[in-house]
């Protein structure tokens, strides 16, 4: 698998700032073992609202997808005609036109704006609904609020015995947690899902295991057990059992509904055709799965969209295929299994890219304008909320901002975005400060 930077790269810096572990979410072992040293938390909310995420990291064009501006001069416009959607009047730009057959299960939000020009910043206020609390410059990581996934881990818990948030196939440089624990950074799906040989680490059983020496290891465990207490030493709170650590472990690897879940070789090949038979198009598939079976929130991170050349090769090559090919699948997949209404998809990056194109045929990092597609959970299809102006500078009709984005996401999914939240060194800290709702989303 390609990795795929932006401008900023990847520094060791980094690394120390935000720790491994959360800069790359948590394996199986790590998961149970933080999830152990939490209670008291809340449980499942009301509303039965799933979300998958999908983060194009680098920052998309909002000219080239959904917010063409074919009467702008050329050095704006680029070199991409539009396409009509399924709503009368509505054009998106030629790379998305499977996405404009679908536009009326999805709604477009044009204005959502805000200042900060760097990734990591513009990264974590989508993320978050946070501003930094300070610059950050190129580089830097920033986890100083927690990700709304995270949240919504530290909300909901686990449910039926899977991780409320997980992420693949790695997690996004704001995705973390912060405050609120390691327990509820993302349990990450690594690997290639297109591939015949692909499997989820620390999941799925080994094919030479069988059931029943997995039981009988299980009943052993318990016996030595009873014999002498073992110990995880934890820092906060050294009386957890290895017992309990060792119980849940058991529960996700041998659950059928994980097992179900995760493995993508059941799908109908001709499901699996229709998302696209690449390891974009089937990590989309398997998020599908894995809402379908109750994990709250999951996060597609896939990086490659900072643009500063090569944009036209960039939106006629294999990248805006996959994306609008499989997009398009998902949505209507989970419009016909009857999902939509309860699983929310957002599509966005950090920012959208600067009106005129540069002399290295590309677009730079542009906080004053971008496209965010939300579709399900009530949401209305067909619908433009918001505008730029004539020639996409600013978002110039119905502003919103990251706040009022995390604020309407929280409300759907059952969570107060106005709760205050206390941090480790006892600090009150708003979840969301401000923010209001995106009315359009609640009609």
């Known amino acids: 698998m390609a990795i795929h930077q932006n401008c900023d790269g990847l520094f060791r810096r980094d690394f120390l700032q935000l720790g491994l572990r959360g800069a790359m979410g948590l394996g199986l072992c790590d998961l149970l073992r933080l999830k152990a040293q ?33 009467d702008a001069p050329a050095d704006i ?14 054009h998106f730009s030629e790379p998305v036109s499977k996405l404009a057959g679908v536009f009326d299960k999805f709604s477009v939000v044009r204005s959502i704006c805000h200042k900060d020009p760097n990734h990591g910043g513009g990264n974590h206020y989508m993320m978050t609904g946070a501003p930094t609390p300070v610059p950050v410059g190129c580089g830097a990581f ?26 693949m196939p790695g ?53 030595l057990d009873k014999m002498k207490r073992c110990q995880d030493k934890i820092a906060e709170d050294p009386t957890v059992e290895f017992d309990r650590f060792y119980e849940q472990g058991f529960d ?8 179900e879940a995760f493995d993508i070789h059941r799908e109908d090949p001709k499901v699996r055709e229709r998302y696209g038979r690449n390891d974009m198009g089937q990590r989309f598939l398997l998020a599908r799965r894995l809402v379908e ?42 419009s016909e299994r009857g999902l939509l209404d309860t699983t929310l998809v957002l599509l966005l990056g950090e920012f959208g890219r600067t009106p005129k194109i540069n002399p290295g045929g590309g677009r730079d990092h542009w906080p004053h304008a971008m496209s965010v597609l939300m579709a399900g959970a009530g949401i209305p299809g067909g619908q433009i909320i918001g505008a730029t102006d004539a020639k996409g500078y600013y978002a110039s009709d119905n502003v919103y901002r990251p706040e009022d984005f995390a604020a309407s996401i929280y409300t759907k999914m059952g969570i107060n975005p106005h709760q205050v939240l206390e941090t480790t060194a006892g600090r009150p800290v708003h979840l969301v400060n401000d923010g209001r709702l995106i009315k359009e989303l609640f009609v």
């Open 38 to 70: 939490a209670s008291g938390q809340p449980g499942v909310t009301a509303k039965n609202i799933n979300c998958i995420m999908i983060w194009l990291d680098g920052g998309p064009s909002h000219f080239e997808t959904f917010d063409p501006k074919p």
């Open 293 to 334: 079976v109750g994990v709250s929130w999951v996060t597609v991170n896939w990086g490659g969209w900072d643009t500063h050349g090569g944009l036209e090769a960039t939106y006629k090559g294999d990248m805006l295929k996959t994306l609008d090919q499989g997009v398009s699948a998902l949505l209507t997949d989970l």
């Open 252 to 259: 996700l690897v041998s659950s059928a509904r994980a097992q």
């Open 171 to 223: 997690n996004t440089r704001s995705g973390g947690p912060n405050f609120l624990g390691g327990q509820h950074a993302p349990f990450i799906v690594s690997g290639g899902p297109n591939s015949d040989a692909f499997r989820v680490n620390d999941v799925v059983l080994p094919g030479d295991l069988a059931e029943g020496r997995v039981n009988s290891r299980r009943d052993l465990r318990a016996a």
């Open 142 to 167: 920033v986890t100083f609020h927690p990700s709304m996934g995270s949240m919504v881990s530290y909300d909901r818990g686990v449910k039926g015995g899977l991780p409320a948030y997980m992420a």
């Open 77 to 90: 416009r680029g070199v991409f005609k539009t396409v009509p959607t399924s709503v009368p009047g509505v």
